[in-house]
């Protein structure tokens, strides 16, 4: 697998992960917040998964509207079907990335943006990484377990389902 594909499939094994962990958790762990963080745990993930649905929607030439205020929070399962959805946009794109050429509208906060696909590609990264990391910064805050969601542990783990 090329190591773009690779970042990419830790993303979605990390985020996955963080779901599974969250339904082992009492519903008062998904309200919870911590100073320094987006906010609760639901509306950090649902900010995540729906800046991804923004940036895949670029990326597809499907751009979505201006955004309108905060994101909504969604249900686990709700958050569930998102991340597999996305999963499977992010194989099919990363195929054919080097046939994509994106440009991002001006907004009134930047200026038009030409040949911005390695931006997206990049904040989505960067952007899952961050949030995730602010959830478990979130729960070890409130007294709850946070997963290990690192790129050693998705290696090992990915190794160990090989060799089984």
Request: charged letters at 25%; hydrophobic letters at 40%; glycine letters at 4%.
């Amino acid at each position: 697998m090329d190591p773009l594909s690779e970042a990419f499939q830790h993303h979605t094994w990390a985020t996955e992960k963080l779901l599974r962990h969250l339904r082992t958790l009492p519903e008062a762990a998904l309200t919870a917040t911590a100073e320094g963080v987006y906010g609760q745990v639901l509306a950090t993930l649902s900010h995540l998964l729906d800046a991804d649905a923004r940036y895949l929607g670029y990326l597809e030439r499907n751009p979505p509207a201006p955004k309108a205020g905060p994101d909504a929070t969604r249900t686990l399962a709700e958050l569930d079907d998102s991340v597999r959805d996305q999963a499977v946009r992010w194989r099919i794109l990363l195929a054919r990335i080097d046939e994509i050429d994106v440009t991002l509208p001006a907004r009134h906060e930047r200026p038009e943006l030409p040949h911005a696909t390695n931006l997206l590609i990049a904040q989505a990264l960067h952007h899952g990484t961050d949030h995730r990391t602010h959830i478990c910064t979130v729960l070890s805050a409130n007294g709850y377990e946070a997963p290990d969601l690192d790129v050693w542990t998705y290696w090992m783990a990915r190794r160990a389902d090989r060799s089984s």
